[in-house]
C-alpha cells in the first residue's frame, strides 16, 4: 500500500432530534395535559488512535464521515433515541487541524486514545418542558440542533525513538536490514527508499527501540529538491539522530562534503530538528585496509568539527552495528530516568 502520510477529510456531527407537541389522550382523562418528549442528541465524531494502522491512505477513497442524528420525540414523554457516536480509526501520531482555522485540535500518540473532533447536536425539547402554572397546555416545542461541521486535515508523523540522516545511498536501508526485521529496498542507485521505514530494534529479551528511515537528503533538499525533505517531520518525535556518512561515496563527491550538506539543509528545515542530539556514523568501513580508515575517519571528524559520539561499521557485512544498537539502548533508558 502507498504511503500517504497527508490527507484532508469532511466530517458532519448528526443533527439532534426534535422535540414534539402532544397532549395526553386517554378515557376518562379529560384534561391529559401535554405529553411531547425531547428529541435525542446527535452522534459525536471522534478520531482514535490505531495500532494496525500505518498510513492514511484510506482516507483517499472516503473524504466525508457522518454521524448518526438523534431521532425526535414522541408523545407519552417519551425521549428520541440518541445518535451513535463515530469513531474513525487512524494512525497513532496522527496530527489533527481545522483546515479553515489552522487550529491545532490534536495529538494521537497512544493506541485507542480519542478526540473529539465535531459536536453533536443538542436535543430540541418537547412541549412537556414548556407546562406551566400559567400556561397548562402549550404548543410549543424546538428543533434539535444542528451537528458541527468540520474540515480537518490529518498529518502523519511517525513515533520511533532513533532517526536515520543521511545522503541517497549512505547505507541508511542497509542498516535497519542489518538491526532490525524491516526490510526496505536497497540497491546500487539512489532514491530507493521512498517512504519511510519503521523498524523495531530487539536488544535482549525485554528490550526494544524503534528505528526510522527516510528518504536519503540531497543539497537543495530544504528547497523541495529531492525526497527527503517532504518527510524530515517523521523525525520531529526521534529522541536520537543517526547521521550515516559513505566513507567512500559514488563519484566527485566526499564524505566531509556529503556531511555538511546534510547539516545545512537540517538547519534550513528547523533548528529544533538540527538541535536534537546526533550521533555521527561512517558507514561501509569494510572498502578500505584497517590503516587507511583510521586515517580518513579522523580527517573526516577534525573536517566536520564533530564534538558528538562517533561511531564506524560496515551495514553490510553487520560489523559494528550491534555496538551501536546497544549504545542506543543505554541512552534511551538513561533519558527515560
Known amino acids: 500500500m502507498r504511503f500517504i502520510d497527508e490527507a484532508t477529510i469532511k466530517v458532519i456531527a448528526g443533527d439532534g432530534g426534535n422535540g414534539v407537541i402532544s397532549f395526553r389522550r386517554e378515557k376518562f382523562i379529560p384534561f391529559g395535559g401535554p405529553d411531547g418528549g425531547d428529541g435525542g442528541d446527535g452522534g459525536d465524531v471522534y478520531l482514535i488512535g490505531d495500532g494496525n494502522l500505518n498510513t492514511l491512505a484510506d482516507f483517499r477513497h472516503i473524504r466525508t464521515y457522518t454521524s448518526e442524528s438523534g431521532k425526535k420525540g414522541a408523545g407519552r414523554g417519551m425521549t428520541g433515541h440518541s445518535g451513535e457516536d463515530l469513531l474513525i480509526p487512524v494512525p497513532v501520531g496522527t496530527l489533527i487541524y481545522d483546515e479553515d482555522t489552522g487550529e491545532q ?21 418537547g412541549n412537556i418542558r414548556y407546562k406551566s402554572s400559567v400556561n397548562q397546555a402549550p404548543r410549543k416545542c424546538t428543533p434539535g440542533s444542528p451537528g458541527e461541521r468540520r474540515q480537518l486535515r490529518l498529518e502523519l508523523k511517525v513515533l520511533a525513538d532513533v532517526g536515520l540522516l543521511g545522503m541517497p545511498n549512505a547505507g541508511k536501508s542497509t542498516f535497519i536490514r542489518a538491526v532490525s526485521a524491516a526490510t526496505p529496498k536497497v540497491a546500487d542507485y539512489p532514491f530507493t527508499t521512498l517512504v519511510p521505514n519503521l523498524g523495531v530494534v530487539r536488544v535482549g529479551d525485554y528490550q526494544s527501540f524503534v528505528i526510522a528511515d527516510i528518504p536519503g537528503l540531497i543539497e537543495g533538499a ?3 529538491a529531492g525526497l527527503g525533505i517532504q518527510f524530515l517531520k517523521h523525525l520531529s518525535r526521534t529522541t536520537l539522530l543517526l547521521h550515516i556518512v559513505d566513507i567512500a561515496p559514488f563519484g566527485q563527491s566526499n564524505p566531509v562534503d556529503d556531511a555538511k550538506k546534510i547539516l545545512i539543509e537540517l538547519e534550513k528545515y528547523s533548528k529544533e530538528l538540527a538541535d536534537k542530539e546526533r550521533w555521527l556514523v561512517i ?3 569494510d572498502l578500505l585496509p584497517a590503516d587507511e580508515l583510521e586515517l ?21 557485512s553487520k560489523t559494528g552495528t550491534q555496538d551501536i544498537v546497544y549504545d542506543i539502548m543505554k541512552y534511551l533508558e538513561n533519558k527515560d530516568d
Not at 497512544?110 to 430540541?124: D, L, R, S, T
Not at 579522523?298 to 561511531?311: F, M, N, R, S
Request: proline share 2%; glycine share 14%.
Open 296 to 316: 580518513k575517519v579522523k580527517e573526516i571528524t577534525q573536517a566536520l568539527d564533530w564534538k558528538g559520539p562517533v561511531y564506524t561499521m560496515s551495514a553490510l
Open 105 to 125: 485540535l490534536g495529538d494521537l500518540t497512544e493506541i485507542g486514545q480519542k478526540i473529539k473532533v465535531a459536536q453533536g447536536g443538542w436535543h430540541g425539547l
Open 222 to 224: 530544504s528547497d523541495g
Open 283 to 285: 558507514n561501509k568501513t
